[in-house]
């Protein structure tokens, strides 16, 4: 799971995008892995991807 917004001036789009891939492949990650890209977002975090991690978190939690 990598969420990066493509206005990040601290972490390149390109960097994480480069991180995601290795990381993927050392840790033989499902293809496509999940990853994100949100226009506009810069080095933190906001509402929508805040949203975008609980449904990820809770599509992988077990029913209760």
Do not use: T
């Not at 990066?4 to 994480?16: H, I, M, P, R, S």
């Not at 293809?31 to 929508?48: I, N, T």
Request: proline residues 5%; hydrophobic residues 40%.
């Amino acid at each position: 799971y990598k969420r990066q917004g493509d206005a990040d001036a601290v972490v390149k789009l390109e960097w994480a995008k480069d991180a995601h891939a290795k990381l993927s492949e050392k840790l033989s990650l499902p293809s496509p892995s999940a990853f994100k890209v949100y226009r506009g977002l810069a080095h933190g975090a906001d509402m929508q991807e805040l949203r975008d991690l609980a449904a990820f978190i809770a599509d992988r939690l077990p029913s209760q």
